[in-house]
């Protein structure tokens, strides 16, 4: 089980005065950062703020950490250090590859996109019909918000190039079987693309087995400084064309990063694993291949997270006036909760803010999702997302605000 003092003690929020009594309850949104990037990001600032990779000192060690967080993320993605990349964010990263695949794709030639992703994982995958290209939307089941891989299938044909599609929603929040629908696009001859963001923070998963040919996440989401992660597949990133410098196109890790890297950030990077390096050591695990202490880590995140969800589903699934948007038990979906109420979420947010809840309302760039399930993204929802550093009592006093606010 989850040492949640252990845990709690690791992130420098959780100490802070002008934090005290404040529960987060919009991790979905970006999470605290642990101590070992904090550390690494000042320490950097202080004494590698220069430009990397060269021979003095300085230079030497900052571009030797920037080396470190690639193939310390690589190790616990099981993924292959080239095919780890940083760019300023997961929309940013995504538009960039949208244009390399613009390049490379041909008129008539088709992608599948969803309607229950973000829309950074949506809109510049479908402006490419500008360019000639058919996009076919995989449509969300209107009560459930699920996606239906018979579905998908009726989409895929030869002419399908490229399928995009999130490991769960940051609105309906069902962790959708990825490994399963990637080897159906791999069989159809077409590459995938999944939308790590709303995953990634409750354990960071094996992407070479779930098989996907492009992951993207972001790191200040996973207790990191803010930069987007992409995981690309050796073989489709020496086929793709390069937005980078001319001169970086021989390098997988540069050609999709158009603009100059943070280097503090990439840097800072690095205590996203020592962290979870600490929280594998602490609960026994003895592995010394990162991928197995990710896998270790993973399970011990999703099942505190798990045993915590399902008090919110259940409170909210009595309640005759809310709707959750998605699945109702805690072992099919991430914990978040979207769930739309007679009041406005903003409303509802600002007075659970009152008594120390913070919380997020609005659309979250979900506003597609939310009206296939025929909802008003405009009047907004309540969302409560939290992850393995939420503590009980801190779940004990948002049921408690619910009950006074609603």
Known sequence: MLDQAFVRSQFPAFSQPSLAGQALFENAGGSYPCQQVTDRLARFYRERKVQPY?????SRLGGEEMDAARAGLAGYLGV????????????????????AFRQMLSEGDAIIVTNQDHEANTGPWRRLALSGIEVRQWSVDPESGHLDVDDLAELLDERVRLVCFPHCSNVVAEINPVAKITAMIRAAGAVSCVDGVSYAPHGLPNVAELGADIYLFSS?????????????????????????????????????????????????????????DAVAAHHGCQSQIPVERGVFVHDLFREAEQRLLQPVLDYFS???????????????????????????????AAALAEHGIMAGDGDF???????????DPDK???????????????????????????
């Open 54 to 58: 060269y021979g003095f000192e300085a």
């Open 80 to 99: 292959g250090v080239d095919e780890v990349s940083f760019g300023p964010s997961t929309t940013a990263n995504t538009y960039v590859l949208s244009q």
């Open 220 to 276: 200040y989401k996973t207790y990191g400084p803010h930069q987007g992660v992409m995981v690309v597949a050796r073989a489709l990133a020496e086929r793709l064309p390069n937005q980078g410098h001319d001169f970086n196109g021989d390098s997988l890790t540069k050609k999709f990063t158009p603009a100059g890297p943070d280097h503090a950030q990439i840097a800072a990077c690095t205590g996203i694993t020592d962290y979870f």
């Open 318 to 348: 009595a309640k005759n006036n809310a709707r959750v948007l998605g699945p109702l038990d805690a072992l099919t979906r991430a914990p978040t909760v979207a769930v739309a109420l007679p009041a406005p979420g903003a409303v509802v």
């Open 365 to 375: 760039y979900g506003g597609r999702v939310i009206r296939a399930m025929g909802e």
């Open 380 to 406: 907004g929802l309540l969302r409560l997302s939290f992850v393995h550093y939420t503590a009980e009592q801190e779940i004990n006093q948002l049921l408690t605000a619910l009950d006074t606010v609603l």
